[in-house]
């Protein structure tokens, strides 16, 4: 299931910012959904219209923005988004109908959809007020109580949210580990690893590797792949000779390196020594670390070799 990015209606509505200064609030979403998509591909920007048929404000407009020249680069990544609108056709009904968002006393369709999906809710960042990455929800609805009586509830929620790259800092451990939570088996772990571990690349052998994964080690592979994930997402390959690991990992020993040669797909045999460790048991999860593409190539995963 794609992740889903909404596009916080509040946060260009009615705004007396000057035009540049929303084009350059473009720029910056952007840069955000940019960020996003180093740690998950998988994402869909969902809109209360289509997104060129947004009004920013009282005078301007996402068409009037994309006719000038200057903002090519920016249209293109765009338009080359998956998109979804409007929010009433994203969530489930059984979700969406007989409840309302508001956010400080003003409906919020946005968030509040972000809120149901279980997505992450994205703002231009043209008022202070969109300046946090946890934004609190008023959540109202009707709702049956035991006498069977109809009667209005209300409770507080939030919503996770960035309105600037820097914020989805604050989400990287939750982009990787919401769709982990969907890998059931070692099966759906290969189909997913390109959406959700787009730092790691995975030679061929390594989906059978996972097709005969014994059951108890899928959570813990997960986990530990999730780790590798962070760190190399993170990692300055100009900078720093390796990423800053966030579990053990270590080289092999000079007595086994032999063991750990695997022909990558360039057909040549390279050495995949570095290794981190998944229990109950001795389990080994072998790979070598990719500078220029500020990628690890994993090799093996299964008992220690």
Same mark, same amino acid.
């Given at each position: @299931?794609?992740?889903?990015?909404?596009?916080?209606?509040?946060?260009?509505?009615?705004?007396?910012?000057?035009?540049? %200064?929303?084009?350059?609030?473009?720029?910056?979403?952007?840069?955000?959904?940019?960020?996003?998509?180093?740690?998950?591909?998988?994402?869909? /920007?969902?809109?209360?219209? &289509?997104? #060129?048929?947004?009004?920013?404000? *009282?005078?301007?407009?996402?068409?009037?923005?994309?006719?000038?020249?200057?903002?090519?680069?920016? =249209? &293109?990544? /765009?338009?080359? @988004? &998956?998109?979804?609108?409007? #929010?009433?056709?994203? !969530?489930? !009904?059984?979700?969406?109908?007989?409840?309302?968002?508001?956010?400080?006393?003003?409906?919020?369709?946005? /968030?509040?959809? $972000?809120?149901?999906?279980?997505?992450?809710?994205?703002?231009?960042?043209?008022?202070?007020?969109? %300046?946090?990455?946890?934004?609190?929800?008023?959540?109202?609805?009707?709702?049956?109580?035991?006498?069977?009586?109809?009667?209005?509830?209300?409770?507080?929620?939030?919503?996770?949210?960035?309105?600037?790259?820097?914020?989805? +800092?604050?989400?990287?451990?939750?982009?990787? +580990?919401?769709?982990?939570?969907?890998?059931?088996?070692?099966?759906?772990?290969?189909? !997913?690893? %390109?959406?959700?571990?787009?730092? /790691?690349? #995975?030679?061929?052998?390594?989906?059978? *590797?996972?097709?005969?994964?014994?059951?108890?080690?899928?959570?813990?592979?997960?986990?530990?792949?999730?780790?590798?994930?962070? $760190?190399?997402? !993170?990692?300055?390959?100009?900078?720093?000779?390796?990423?800053?690991? &966030?579990?053990?990992?270590?080289?092999?020993?000079?007595?086994?390196?032999?063991?750990?040669?695997?022909?990558?797909?360039?057909?040549?045999?390279?050495?995949?020594?570095?290794?981190?460790? #998944?229990?109950?048991?001795?389990?080994?999860?072998?790979?070598? @670390?990719?500078?220029?593409?500020?990628? =690890?190539?994993?090799?093996?995963?299964?008992?220690?070799?």
């Amino acid at each position: @299931m794609s992740l889903l990015l909404v596009l916080n209606e509040l946060s260009y509505r009615e705004t007396k910012a000057r035009r540049e %200064e929303v084009s350059d609030s473009l720029h910056g979403l952007v840069g955000l959904l940019r960020k996003v998509r180093q740690h998950r591909t998988d994402v869909a /920007l969902v809109t209360e219209r &289509r997104f #060129f048929d947004l009004d920013l404000g *009282d005078d301007y407009s996402v068409r009037e923005w994309a006719g000038d020249g200057r903002n090519r680069d920016a =249209l &293109r990544y /765009l338009r080359g @988004m &998956r998109q979804r609108a409007p #929010f009433r056709d994203v !969530a489930p !009904a059984d979700l969406r109908d007989g409840t309302e968002y508001f956010h400080r006393e003003r409906p919020a369709e946005g /968030l509040g959809t $972000a809120h149901q999906v279980g997505g992450l809710a994205v703002s231009l960042p043209l008022a202070q007020l969109w %300046e946090e990455p946890l934004l609190w929800l008023s959540q109202r609805g009707l709702a049956e109580d035991d006498a069977g009586a109809v009667a209005l509830t209300e409770a507080e929620v939030d919503v996770r949210h960035a309105s600037r790259s820097e914020h989805v +800092d604050e989400h990287r451990q939750w982009l990787c +580990d919401s769709e982990l939570t969907r890998i059931h088996t070692g099966s759906d772990l290969w189909e !997913a690893r %390109e959406d959700v571990f787009p730092h /790691l690349r #995975f030679l061929p052998r390594v989906a059978d *590797d996972l097709l005969r994964l014994a059951p108890a080690w899928l959570n813990p592979v997960k986990e530990r792949l999730a780790d590798l994930e962070l $760190a190399a997402s !993170a990692w300055a390959p100009a900078v720093e000779a390796a990423p800053r690991w &966030r579990s053990k990992v270590t080289p092999e020993s000079e007595t086994r390196k032999a063991l750990c040669r695997f022909v990558d797909t360039d057909g040549q045999a390279h050495l995949f020594d570095w290794h981190a460790r #998944f229990t109950p048991g001795a389990g080994r999860l072998h790979f070598r @670390m990719d500078g220029a593409r500020q990628q =690890l190539v994993v090799a093996y995963i299964g008992a220690k070799l």
